[in-house]
């Protein structure tokens, strides 16, 4: 039973009392803070913690299943030493615990793609909130009718996520993978294959720079499962096979026995003539808060030299290929580290070792 002090932090409705309450949050935060010091640390360019994505709690309370957000946790422990982290929020509800955090900030650019109709939890993520005084501009929702499909979710994130990274520039991603989206999710409404989550974590690895992937909701569990093998082979370079071998927990995975979900006959309510008025509003939201960095780059240089006038036109050459060489992409021997007892692997070996979280 909870008492008027357990609701006051948000425990009680949508998140009971559990037992070991400490050691859950611990082990669930401690893996996020994990994935993202390996990338703090050069340890990694991918981490992965599919049991993290807890993107409802808030700063004072509970919220949505969640008890702690591990999520913004790791996003602080990437900002000691990347200067601009871009999330990115896959679940069918909206991330709002995440989106609160950042709201008036510029460090941290918060896009979320989710379903948005009334009565829907949690109400928020309209095309509207675009953040607040300091971060306005810096947070984009994506709100989409019930029902989406794989078409409907590449193509907007094909068109938003393009222009968000081109502007915003980030130095790391961190994506939420929640698997509610899924078709046959008793808690989602929406028609996603586990095809559509992997073409859009396939745009982000394609940027090659340092990545987290958290799980998140996913309430028919079998299928939960399905995507987070298929989104960890896809980021190890692995072809699994279709067909899932046998196991203790091989019966939950029929009648099919496969890997694939196979989408629901609804049909996709997200008209293209809805879908282009949100990327156009969306645009100019973008084009109106988010500077043009290379513009303000050519600018200050510009400046600069205004500015500088004696200074020849060997020692500018020479500032500028110093300068080219910093920021050349760092290239060593990738790793990648799945946190909570998944697998590691190094694609110079190729050797895959089991570890713990000891």
């Not at 039973?1 to 400490?22: H, K, L």
């Not at 050519?298 to 205004?306: E, G, L, Q, V």
Request: hydrophobic share 30%; charged share 20%; with cysteine.
């Amino acid at each position: 039973m909870t008492n008027a002090q357990d609701e006051e932090y948000g425990i009680g409705y949508d998140c009971p009392p559990v037992s070991n309450m400490f050691e859950l949050i611990s082990s669930i935060a401690g893996g996020s803070i994990t994935a993202a010091k390996c990338l703090v640390m050069d340890i990694a360019d991918v981490a992965i913690n599919w049991c993290g994505g807890w993107h409802h709690a808030q700063r004072f309370a509970a919220d949505g299943f969640c008890y702690v957000n591990d999520i913004v946790i790791a996003i602080e422990t990437l900002k000691i030493k990347f200067s601009k982290v871009l999330y990115i929020d896959l679940d069918v509800h909206h991330g709002n615990g995440v989106q609160d955090a950042y709201n008036l900030s510029k460090s941290v650019f918060t896009l979320s793609f989710h379903k948005y109709e009334p009565g829907f939890y949690p109400g928020t993520g309209n095309i509207a909130d675009i953040g607040t005084h300091t971060g306005t501009g810096y947070c984009c929702n994506i709100p989409l009718r019930a029902a989406y499909s794989d078409d409907t979710l590449t193509c907007m994130f094909k068109n938003v996520f393009t222009k968000v990274y081109s502007l915003f520039k980030p130095d790391a991603v961190v994506v939420q993978c929640g698997a509610d989206a899924l078709a046959h999710d008793p808690n989602g409404g929406t028609c996603l294959t586990i095809k559509g989550y992997t073409l859009c974590v396939q745009s982000v690895l394609d940027k090659r720079i340092p990545t987290i992937l958290l799980g998140g909701g996913g309430y028919n569990h079998p299928n939960a499962a399905r995507l987070w093998t298929s989104l960890t082979a896809l980021t190890i370079g692995k072809t699994l096979d279709e067909d899932i071998p046998d196991h203790s927990n091989w019966p939950s995975y029929g009648p099919t026995y496969t890997l694939s979900v196979e989408p629901t006959l609804m049909k996709d309510t997200n008209k293209q003539s809805y879908l282009d008025e949100c990327i156009r509003i969306i645009n100019g939201h973008l084009d109106k808060y988010l500077p043009n960095e290379d513009i303000e780059t050519k600018r200050r240089k510009t400046d600069n030299i205004t500015k500088n006038p004696g200074i020849s036109n060997h020692q500018r050459t020479q500032a500028s290929t110093s300068k080219d060489c910093m920021n050349k992409d760092y290239k060593r021997n990738k790793e990648y580290f799945c946190t909570n007892g998944l697998l590691q692997m190094t694609t110079q070996s190729k050797d895959v070792y089991e570890f713990t979280d000891d």
